[in-house]
Nanobody, 126 residues
């Protein structure tokens, strides 16, 4: 399973960004995929995950109402739409694929995600 993030950058507070995770590999299509972030000096934080068919989504309370995860298997992408960004959203954002195939649910425990992308930097600043 291979994962690659894109879409990061510098944005002003209150602005929006859309991150994209391109996945590849014979089993990536059937695995849940999640977005995490890690800010300087802080632990990695789970943001949202989505199962292969898109019918089950978990979103962290810390970003609920501002961040939305979507999946397009025809394009092999999982996107994270981020609205009303705040300086505290500044971090490196990662996507990760679950250790189980065709799993009907997903949660945000990092230990369940053995496959990771390289990350994309998001900076929120005026």
């Amino acid at each position: 399973v291979q994962l690659s993030e894109s879409g990061g950058g510098l944005v002003q507070p209150g602005g929006s960004l859309r991150l994209s995770c391109k996945f590849a590999g014979s089993t990536a299509l059937v695995r849940p995929i999640a977005w995490f972030r890690q800010a300087p000096g802080k632990e990695r934080e789970g943001l949202a995950c989505i199962v292969s068919g898109g019918r089950y989504i978990t979103t962290a309370d810390s970003v609920k109402g501002r961040f939305t995860i979507t999946r397009d298997n025809s394009k092999s992408t999982v996107d994270l739409q981020m609205n009303n960004l705040r300086p505290e959203d500044t971090a490196v954002y990662y996507c990760a694929a679950h250790n189980k195939q065709a799993w009907p649910t997903c949660y945000l425990g990092q230990d369940a995600y053995p496959f990771w992308g390289q990350g994309t930097q998001v900076a929120v600043s005026s």
